[in-house]
């Protein structure tokens, strides 16, 4: 599994623990310049995964190629076949079986569902913790082709998401995009998409920790860094207009509004999920 991390101290050691669990047997994570403690984590776990750590603290952030150089790194010296770009918020959790249950020598692109787990009133109460979001988007706002940076009534997490690759390193071109697709040399021959693995994307842990992020995101787009998604351009624009709390209570519903969109499938109630997420992370 590959990681690009920024300030991830509240996530990363479960995001280790849970992958390493499921069957990912050696880690690849690139530290884009972290300042809240993330670095002196990732080389506390280095007694504890296979962990390799890239420091790569670069201001022009090139998602797509450092994901591709991480790919050959864990070919190359960690002498795995397959990787999976990933994200620190996002855990990948098979129905069944471990992760590499899907896993053939001559396959090449594996592309798994994603799904954003929204928060509700919950949230603010003592103690939460985010793995313990019930609620999945199960329908979800298709809203290609309009402009969802300047629309002030949409909410983010009911978005529709793209999937995310697995990849045969033996054959792998380039990893693209936010690790949503590849190119691989057997890919017109054997890609596949399949569901029996879904990626549980929680990207709200807390309201400090999204605002530091978006403040983040804003100086990447000062200091010239063009391909960014519509969702954060969206975020920065409201965070410099200070229109960043109205923003984050749409991304926080209330109970009344978690039930209307129940009603209408938008949302399911997932409780298995907090039980595995549990098991996983507090065992």
């Keep these: 599994m590959n990681l ?11 995001n280790l623990k849970v992958h390493s669990k499921l069957g990912v047997d050696c880690f690849v994570v690139m530290d884009n310049g972290s ?10 776990l280095k007694s504890v995964y296979a962990l390799h750590i890239i420091d790569r603290p670069d201001k022009d952030y090139q998602q797509s190629n450092w994901k591709t150089e991480m790919a050959f790194v864990s070919k190359e010296l960690l002498k795995a076949d397959w990787s999976i770009a990933n994200d620190a918020d996002e855990f990948w959790i098979p129905k069944s079986g471990s992760l590499k249950q899907d896993l053939t020598h001559w396959g090449s692109i594996i592309k798994y569902p994603r799904f954003n787990m929204q928060l509700d009133s919950s949230f603010n109460l003592p103690g939460f913790k985010y793995y313990k979001s019930n609620y999945r988007v199960h329908l979800p706002i298709d809203s290609k082709g309009q402009n969802i ?12 998401i793209n999937g995310k690759v697995m990849v ?7 990893v693209k995009g936010g690790n949503h697709r590849a190119w691989h040399l057997w890919s017109k021959f054997n890609q596949t998409e399949r569901s029996s693995i879904e990626v549980l994307h929680y990207p709200i842990r807390s309201k400090a920790h999204f605002i530091h992020h978006i403040e ?5 787009l000062k200091s010239g860094v063009t391909k960014m998604g519509d969702h954060y351009r ?5 965070y410099e207009e200070g229109k960043i709390e ?3 209570s749409r991304l926080v519903l209330d109970d009344e509004s978690i039930a209307v969109l129940k009603k209408y499938g938008v949302l399911v109630e997932d409780n298995s999920i907090v ?8 065992a």
């Design 35 to 44: 300042t809240d403690g993330t670095r002196e984590i990732l080389d506390d």
């Design 234 to 238: 969206r975020w920065v624009k409201l």
């Design 275 to 282: 039980r595995k997420m549990s098991s996983l992370i507090e």
């Design 246 to 248: 109205d923003e984050f």
């Design 168 to 174: 045969n390193n033996h054959g792998l071109i380039r």
């Design 4 to 14: 690009l991390v920024k300030n991830e101290a509240d996530i990363i050691a479960d």
């Design 149 to 160: 940076v300047d629309n002030e009534n949409l909410s983010i997490m009911l978005n529709r």
């Design 216 to 220: 983040n995101r804003s100086k990447l």
